[in-house]
């Protein structure tokens, strides 16, 4: 049996949900498009959301909430999805690419004034800054956001990060928060996107949107998807962390090297990636002649797309950095193939 990098998670009870949804109420957005944004409101603690179809509307709605204006500048890193730079584009906006380092795929506040100071002359002003949480991983977005710049954090590759004993309200420090929930999200509801603000200021803002029309709001057969896994949130990342212990164990007998947190949040797991030191073609085909199916990390990136400028670390890693499987519904076995794969890598 071949395992692949991503795989479905949905359950039968996830499911049956869906189902009901299909029979008992209307499939566009309702009541339980309503109930989902509750329900994320129960774990995030945000003042005021909206519920879209997806992350590409959502940051959309961010931009326009923070009223910025053609031909001004949007730092982004080389390793957002490539969705951003469409939507910059759709805006009439300039992207600003900024780099990252080799131990840690996020943009800091350092390379971010860098980035500005090196292009001074090239746009009409900062609009914001879109603070991806690359491969789960989270910047330090308090330093990002004393640069006095608006930030927009994107945090659907690290849902979950904050969860910690006695300490489970997670704290942002942007004007506006993307959620995800697309199927290579850490939560997914098969698509879709929360947008909220936490604090009154800023809700206040977002809800001049409340009458989005219903071809933007996310339908109720993806938003009662998604309200299981949240309900279901903190199994999946027990279980992912039980996979990702087998793999760093099996990872500190190679000579590639992982990815370094550089801030207390508890890693969430969302990937277990390797910077090679070898070429990643080479190793892709080991693992292929082992039924295990390997992705590049960065594929769906603006820079794995080859369409970033002057960001050489990004570059790198998108020639080097390999995605291995982990997600709730891998098998202890098949965890224990990976494991042994990793030890053997080339």
Not at 64 to 86: D, E, H, T
Not at 90 to 102: A, E, N
Not at 222 to 227: D, F, H, T, V
């Amino acid at each position: 049996m071949k395992i692949e990098v991503y795989s479905p998670t949905i359950r039968r009870k996830e499911m049956d949900a869906v189902l009901t949804v299909m029979v008992e109420e209307k499939i566009g957005p309702g009541e339980r498009n309503r109930l989902l944004i509750q329900t994320a409101k129960e774990q995030l603690h945000f003042d005021y959301a909206l519920a879209l179809r997806s992350p590409a509307v959502a940051l959309h709605l961010a931009l326009k909430a923070l009223n910025v204006k053609q031909g001004q500048a949007v730092v982004i890193s080389a390793l957002s999805p490539r969705y951003y730079l469409q939507v910059l584009q759709d805006l009439r906006l300039t992207p600003l690419y900024c780099d990252v380092t080799y131990d840690f795929p996020c943009m800091s506040r350092e390379l971010i004034e860098n980035t500005i100071a090196k292009n001074t002359a090239e746009h009409e002003g900062i609009a914001a800054v879109v603070v991806h949480h690359t491969l789960g991983f989270v910047p330090d977005s308090a330093g990002i956001a004393e640069l006095g710049f608006p930030v927009i954090e994107d945090i659907s590759q690290s849902y979950g990060s904050w969860f910690k004993p006695d300490e489970a309200v997670p704290v942002f420090n942007s004007q506006f928060t993307i959620l995800g929930l697309e199927e290579r999200d850490m939560l997914t509801s098969g698509g879709g996107a929360l947008l909220f603000a936490m604090n009154r200021k800023d809700a206040a803002i977002l809800r001049t949107f409340s009458g989005t029309p219903d071809e933007y709001c996310l339908p109720d057969i993806n938003s009662a998807l998604a309200i299981v896994q949240f309900k279901e949130v903190h199994r999946n990342l027990d279980r992912r962390r039980d996979i990702a212990k087998i793999f760093t164990q099996a990872s500190m007998r190679t000579r590639h090297k992982r990815f370094i947190s550089i801030n207390d949040n508890e890693y969430c797991n969302y990937s277990f990636s390797l910077v090679l030191e070898t070429g990643l073609k080479d190793v892709v085909a080991y693992a292929k002649k082992k039924e295990i199916l390997l992705e590049n990390a960065f594929t769906n990136t603006i820079a794995g797309a080859g369409l970033s400028e002057n960001t050489p670390v990004c570059s790198s890693l998108v020639l080097r950095t390999v995605l291995f499987p982990i997600y709730p519904r891998l098998r202890s076995q098949d965890a224990e193939r990976i494991s042994r794969l990793i030890m053997t890598l080339p």
